[in-house]
Every structure is written in structure tokens, then in C-alpha cells.
């Protein structure tokens, strides 16, 4: 069954920091790739996915995530933080399998500092 | 944008009661899910459900858990006999074809006391 890991379950940083999240799975086979995230209050918003082609995907609020199919990875970036990305985050990974359910990380908690 | 909701945002109830959890997918999906996040963990899988059937459950879709579709916009999971270990974040998500992206509803918090 596949595994998705986060090791980072909160991270710190000022305003116009940059940015990774890491993002490891487990599973042999082809995935499509997720990176939700949650803002205080709020529900699971898709940030960006990767089905196939570039390994560079682009998402919404200048986020962009790179599939490393070698490491099993799927990090997070953004190149300088605002405030308003205080958030959790939240990888998940689908199989190609034939099954349906996303299998997610444990999240990582986000704290942007003004 | 269509978003997918849910009612109640918070429902507390006392063990061994019933509740329904209600969700309304975006109107042209075809695929529904639930999805349970309990506090302190990760968002699990429950249970998928396409054309009136269930597609795929997980192990902790047991026999207290049913999903509905009753009329043509309302999904449900009913929890038949609340545990105190079912207390948690409830997601409803929706997709439009089968392994395209899932769109997640803001969530009941159920509570059993």
C-alpha cells in the first residue's frame, strides 16, 4: 500500500523567506501528486498537481512543486513567503492502480512571521 | 466558482446515537467521496461511491458507515451507533471523471460524547 511522508511538521519563517515543504512516497507504480492546503478556517484547496509530462508543475500563489520520480518526491517550493500563506499543507499521492482514494501526509504546519 | 458543501459544519451527539453527515458535490461530478480526519492526524480515506455504488472502502468503512445518495444532489454517510472514537473531521470530496482531481467540502466536526 502506498505511504506518503512529510518530515516537516512545522515550519517558521519570515515574510519573503523561501520556501520547501518535502514530500516522499512509497509506491512502485505510476502516481499523480497533490499538494493541498488548508488556510485557518477554511477546507482542503488544491494547490497544484502532477499527473504526467513536465516534473515542474506550476500552481495557484506562485507555488510550484518538482516530481522526482528517482527520490520519490514531490517537494513544495515558493521562492518568498507572504503572511497569508500561514496555513497547513498537505501532500497526497493517487495510484494509477485503479483505486480512488487520495492517501495524504500528516500535513506541515506553515507560520509565516510579518 | 461550484464548491462542494456540507451540513452541519459541527454536530455533537452522544454514543450510540445515529447521525447523518450531508454533503452536496459540485453538480457535473460524477465520482463522491468521504474522507475522515481525526484530530491530531492524517486525512484517511473511507469511501468512494459512483453510479449508486459503493467503488471502494477502506478498513475502517465497517458496518456502522453507509453512504446514500438519496436524490439527485445529496450524498450522505450515516454512522449507524456513534463511538467515542469516531469523534473527528468529516470531508465529503467530489470529482468529475474517475482519477481526476478531488474537490473537498469545508467539513463536518463530529463530536460524540
Known amino acids: 500500500a502506498q505511504s506518503v511522508s512529510q518530515h516537516n511538521h512545522h515550519v517558521i519563517l519570515s515574510e519573503a523567506a523561501s520556501l520547501e515543504l518535502g514530500c516522499n512516497y512509497s509506491y512502485g507504480g505510476t502516481v499523480n501528486l497533490f499538494w493541498y492546503v488548508q488556510y485557518p478556517g477554511q477546507h482542503l484547496q488544491l494547490l497544484l498537481k502532477?499527473?504526467?509530462?513536465?516534473?515542474l508543475v506550476k500552481g495557484i500563489k506562485g507555488f510550484e512543486a518538482e516530481f522526482i520520480k528517482s527520490k520519490f518526491s514531490f517537494n513544495l517550493r515558493k521562492p518568498s513567503v507572504q503572511w497569508s500563506d500561514t496555513a497547513e499543507y498537505f501532500c497526497?499521492?493517487?495510484?494509477?492502480?485503479?483505486?480512488?482514494?487520495?492517501?495524504f501526509g500528516t500535513g506541515t504546519r506553515l507560520t509565516i512571521i510579518p | 466558482e461550484p464548491e462542494v458543501t456540507q451540513t452541519p459544519s459541527h454536530q455533537v451527539t452522544q454514543m450510540g446515537q445515529e447521525v447523518i453527515l450531508r454533503c452536496v458535490p459540485i453538480s457535473n461530478h460524477l465520482y463522491f467521496y468521504w474522507y475522515r480526519q481525526i484530530l491530531g492526524q492524517k486525512v484517511e480515506f473511507l469511501v468512494s461511491?459512483?453510479?449508486?455504488?459503493?467503488?471502494?472502502k477502506s478498513e475502517i468503512f465497517d458496518d456502522q458507515f453507509s453512504v446514500e445518495r438519496p436524490d439527485g444532489s445529496n450524498f450522505t454517510l450515516k454512522i449507524r451507533s456513534t463511538k467515542l472514537e469516531d469523534s473527528a473531521m468529516y470531508f465529503c470530496a467530489s470529482s468529475e471523471e474517475r482519477g481526476e482531481t478531488q474537490y473537498f467540502g469545508p467539513g463536518t466536526r463530529l463530536l460524540v460524547l
Open positions: 497526497a499521492v493517487k495510484t494509477n492502480f485503479g483505486n480512488e482514494k487520495l492517501t
Open positions: 461511491f459512483y453510479n449508486n455504488e459503493i467503488s471502494e
Open positions: 502532477y499527473f504526467s509530462g513536465d516534473p
